[in-house]
């Protein structure tokens, strides 16, 4: 049982250039989240999906898209990237509010840095 | 809306001695709490979190948490602390009705000899 797991590591790009972070869960999670942390702002929340198919923004969604199309994976995708959106990215997961927990699991992270 | 201060930022203390880091919510009904912790380059763990009754909640490596209603407070604790406690501690709270949570900024902890 791996738990939540993030692709890559750690990645450069250039601005302008696009990639995909690929987060994925064994646990038969409903619930995935994207979130970014930067030094002294925390956790913010960019975009999160409550099943299979279906997306919503979060706090800072702007320059980034998702896509849920398996239960088990949730893609973050920068279209175009910025130095702005330098920063360490963190999946989680969680199973839905019904089974009164809300507690979220999270991956190691993706260290991305934008030059 | 839902929020979380973390109203210290960095805090020392030495090997052995006990710590309180502190934690206030903005929250409507009566909320859910969780403290998270992250080692240096590592992911979020949850140390503990507090849904219903009894105010006082054990986690896991030695902590505890107390939930004050009257000081919208979720302070979390640990008698002696050991070196390895060295990290960063996350208070958090659901979005009302909603799902994600909402952290406060952190609150990095340093041990010293």
Known sequence: NAGVTQTPKFRVLKTGQSMTLLCAQDMNHEYM?????????GLRLIHYSVGEGTTAKGEVPDGYNVSRLKKQNFLLGLESAAPSQTSVYFCAS???????????YFGPGTRLTVT | AQS?????????????????????YSYG???????????????????????????????????????????????????????????????????????????GKGTRLSVIA
């Open chain 1, 33 to 41: 989240y994207w979130y970014r942390q930067d030094p002294g702002m």
């Open chain 2, 29 to 103: 009904a009566t909320p859910y709490l969780f403290w998270y912790v992250q080692s240096p380059g590592q992911g979020l763990q949850l140390l503990l979190k507090y849904f219903s009754g009894d105010t006082l909640v054990q986690g896991i490596k030695g902590f505890e948490a107390e939930f004050k209603r009257s000081q919208s407070s979720f302070n979390l604790r640990k008698p002696s602390v050991h070196w390895s406690d060295a990290a960063e501690y996350f208070c958090a709270v659901p979005l009302e009705g909603n799902t994600p949570l909402v952290f």
């Open chain 1, 94 to 104: 969680s199973p839905p509010p019904g089974r009164i927990t809300y507690e979220q």
């Open chain 2, 4 to 24: 979380v201060t973390q109203p210290d930022i960095h805090i020392t203390v030495s090997e052995g001695a006990s710590l309180e880091l502190r934690c206030n």
